[in-house]
């Protein structure tokens, strides 16, 4: 492991960021807010480059995962060598103990201090492959376009079920363009995440590995390749499981606290639903899981209970054809 002269804790705005760098003795460095842009970027490093034996090579920075708004850091730190550890802003909240008020100040110094006490951790930032980064906007934008969409129909459902068909006529002239707009840029951001797909061969080759497993669609297997960074940020299946909220975890203590097993409602709810509904595919087909299922549910267990259970098994599955690179073979014999 690198051995850090300076750790640099960002609070990241969306105009600007608040900065705390702190020595190996977390002693206060350098305090500064600057804009979230190229600008403030080049007067964070004109800063930098005057704290002794300063070294972009033996410094980490730590942010809080925000989204776009990490980019003006990313996109000027990173092509210039900087160690940059994006992390989740609930683990570093669970990480952090007791804390009274909130300024961006005090959260940049927490940052930091979090940086130097847990840098054993660390998970260096590094690029997606650009095909990946692509589809994942493509699939943000396909996202909000079907919300958009669902807004306009449910309505209509809504006014037809009341009976209110008055309305129903005027929403449909006032929204009808709009709708047919929608649904045609619907279909031109999925020809388009289809031409990404196919100018890739290797995650074409890693989205036709997880659609030979029985229950998991085109859908599923693409956003499991999205959150996963192309199962470049996962390689353990368990850990998978726990950030797909699917892992179970026990619920006791001492002699008084004897919960019943459960999943954590700390995960990634889209992939979660997402697995879900490939395991009701695969209970729904003829085939092991779907006796598995039968088996269990008529030896007492809670169907919910199965289900999760076909989820987990669905992370682990994904993860071995991942790592064998061959295709999952279906063995059933009734």
């Known amino acids: 492991m690198i051995a850090y002269n300076y750790f640099i804790g960002t609070d990241i705005g969306k105009t600007t960021n608040a900065i705390c760098v702190i020595d190996q003795l977390e002693n206060r460095k350098l305090e500064l807010t600057i804009p979230n842009s190229k600008t403030g970027m080049e007067?964070?490093?004109?800063?930098?480059?005057?704290?002794?034996?300063?070294?972009?090579e033996t410094t980490l920075f730590c942010m809080e995962h925000t989204g776009i708004y990490c980019q003006p850091m990313v996109n000027f730190f990173y092509p210039i060598g900087a160690n940059l550890w994006l992390q989740s802003a609930v683990h570093i909240k669970h990480s952090l103990g007791l804390k009274r008020g909130k300024t961006d100040k005090a959260d940049a110094r927490l940052i930091a201090k979090y940086c130097i006490r847990h840098q054993r951790d660390q998970r260096l930032f590094r690029l997606t492959d650009k095909a990946l980064s692509t589809i994942r906007q493509l699939v943000q934008q396909r996202e909000r376009l079907m919300e958009m969409a669902k807004a306009f129909t449910d309505l209509s459902q809504d006014y037809q079920a009341m009976g209110l068909l008055a309305e129903l006529k005027l929403h449909e002239q006032t929204s009808g363009v709009a709708l047919a707009a929608l649904r045609k840029q619907l279909?031109?951001?999925?020809?388009?995440?289809?031409?990404?797909?196919?100018?890739?061969?290797?995650?074409?080759?890693?989205?036709?590995?997880?659609?030979?497993?029985?229950?998991?669609?085109?859908?599923?297997?693409l956003f499991m390749l999205i959150f996963t960074g192309n199962f470049t940020r996962f390689t353990d299946p368990k850990k998978l499981a726990s950030y797909a909220g699917v892992a179970p975890f026990a619920y006791e203590s001492g002699t008084s606290v004897r919960g019943r097993t459960k999943v954590s409602q700390m995960a990634n709810t889209k992939l979660k639903h997402l697995l879900h509904m490939a395991a009701l595919a695969a209970v729904k087909a003829k085939g092991e899981l779907r006796d598995y299922f039968e088996r269990k549910v008529a030896a007492g267990k809670r169907k919910m209970s199965v289900y999760n259970a076909i989820r987990n098994k669905l992370v682990h599955r994904m993860v071995s054809v991942m790592d064998r690179r061959t295709a999952y073979t279906v063995v059933y014999i009734k």
């Open 43 to 56: 007067t964070l490093l004109k800063q930098l480059n005057k704290l002794p034996d300063f070294r972009l």
């Open 187 to 221: 279909k031109l951001v999925e020809t388009q995440i289809e031409c990404h797909i196919k100018a890739s061969p290797e995650l074409k080759t890693n989205l036709d590995l997880l659609m030979s497993i029985p229950g998991v669609g085109r859908q599923t297997a």
